[in-house]
């Protein structure tokens, strides 16, 4: 997370509350290592020295400042040691007169996600604040911890209650098993590896931000990723003609499952990643699609959570070894900055300074698609291999997807849009054709009393 400061900051007293931030949160303080076949994490209870660097630029010319700000951010990003760590660093850029100082936050990928980028941004804050002022350092209390989140969730892969979602993933994995739900490429021969990594940004408007976001969920009681898949369905079926997709996508991971556990300020690598079979877009109509779409998440135990855990860490039970490989991912993060632009008060986001990934570890899928709401703006990086795919090709996928997006708020904006489906009211048990009937009745009656 790198960050362009309105104003400098004490570097001492950031220091200070950068400690206390990795004193305050146990997996900024992990480490991995290898035992045999397993991997082992350790959490030291010691913070590491390296966890806070400054560096002076302010001496440089700009270009300079600016070439030497590039490489110290990318040996930051290539400092983090499994084994020996620290996995957590920042580093704050004392710029040039005039350019605006930087911070630099660096977290491996086993120790964050997006919620705990939320917590952090806000602890820090909170204590720089207070050991600047000279006040006692106050941070918001721990929740529960990630070991013993990831105690109970072994026994839970373990557990009859998560064995009654075996045969359901099993038909997922079937069906599309026996769908064409590849991507066609434009170099079969080339290879999908960070060092190839290249993106398409598009984005909607404001207005139609604000539209997805408040308004076009009422119509069809959804969530944002309903709709937002449902124009990736239709987009997909342009692109191919096939008329099923497998796409990966993440989940927050941070389930209800435990009485004694509460992870709303636990910061970790939470994230579940479960594949969802999208099917039977061709010639269907919009109301069609949302409501196809919305039932299929619906129908999804668990936000996905179980997948993970009966694929690679359940017992004495069959896996799901064989399951299809998905090449699309998709991942909405929500909106992450504040309606001003400005992160938590403490500045706005800069693009990526440096590589976030060696170059050479294999990308896992074809295609990625990250969704974002930034100063106001739902934003769509289409990340792709360019040895793979041309620009132009992609270029061209990511502006049909957002077209499609488009179709899609505009007919839940329209009058007459809008209906229900049998997942809102799942303790009736009525499948599509028992619920329409049930509406048409409804309807009757209300035209007869009025």
């Known amino acids: 997370l790198a960050l362009q400061l309105e104003e400098p900051l004490d570097s001492a007293a950031l220091e200070k509350a950068v400690r206390a931030l990795v004193e305050h949160h146990d997996m900024l303080r992990a480490r991995f290592r290898r035992d045999g076949s397993a991997w082992i994490a350790e959490i030291p209870s010691e913070v590491a020295p390296q966890v806070f660097r400054f560096v002076d630029l302010s001496t440089l010319e700009a270009g300079e400042a600016a070439k030497k700000l590039a490489a110290e951010a990318g040996q930051a990003q290539a400092s983090c040691n499994l084994q020996d760590g620290p996995l957590f660093r920042v580093v704050y850029f004392r ?26 941004t806000e602890d820090l804050l909170t204590a720089y604040q207070q050991i600047a002022a000279g006040e006692k350092l106050r941070l918001p209390p721990k929740t529960t911890s990630f070991k013993y989140w990831a105690e109970r969730l072994a026994d839970f892969a373990n557990s009859d209650e998560l064995a009654e979602e075996l045969e359901y993933w099993r038909k997922v994995g079937e069906r599309a098993g026996q769908a064409e739900t590849g991507l066609p490429v434009d170099f079969p021969e080339g290879q999908n590896l960070e060092k190839h990594a290249a993106s398409v940004k598009v984005a909607l408007n404001e207005e139609e931000t604000e539209a997805l976001l408040r308004e076009v969920p009422l119509a069809y009681h959804t969530q944002i990723e309903h709709i937002l898949l449902a124009a990736l369905a239709r987009a997909y079926n342009r692109w191919t003609g096939r008329q099923a997709l497998l796409v990966d996508m993440e989940s927050h991971g941070r389930e209800d499952l435990f009485e004694d556990v509460n992870l709303s300020r636990t910061v970790g690598w939470f994230t579940a990643m479960y ?25 999804i135990p668990r936000h996905g959570l179980g997948f993970g855990l009966l694929r690679f860490k359940r017992e004495k039970s069959p896996k799901l070894d064989s399951f299809p490989e998905a090449v699309v991912g998709f991942n909405y993060l929500g909106q992450f900055e504040g309606e001003d632009g400005r992160l938590h008060g403490l500045g706005k986001t800069l693009d990526t300074l440096g590589p976030e990934r060696h170059p050479e570890n294999p990308r896992i899928h074809e295609l990625e698609i990250g969704a974002l709401v930034v100063g106001g703006q739902m934003q769509f990086n289409f990340s792709y291999s360019s040895d793979r ?12 997807y957002v077209e499609e997006l488009r179709r899609l708020i505009q007919h839940c904006l329209s009058a007459g849009a809008g209906g229900y489906t049998p997942s809102d009211f799942a303790d009736a048990g009525l499948d599509d054709e028992e619920l329409e009937e049930l509406m048409e009745e409804l309807d009757e009656n209300w035209d007869s009393e009025a």
């Open 95 to 120: 710029m040039p007169a005039g350019a605006g100082d930087a911070m630099l936050i660096v977290a491996h990928h086993l120790v964050i996600d997006g919620i705990s980028w939320r917590v952090l």
């Open 275 to 299: 594949p969802v079979l999208l099917e039977g877009q061709a010639g269907w109509r919009e109301d069609e699609l949302i409501k196809h779409v919305k039932e299929t998440f619906s129908s």
């Open 389 to 400: 795919l041309a620009e132009a090709t992609v270029t061209r996928w990511a502006n049909e």
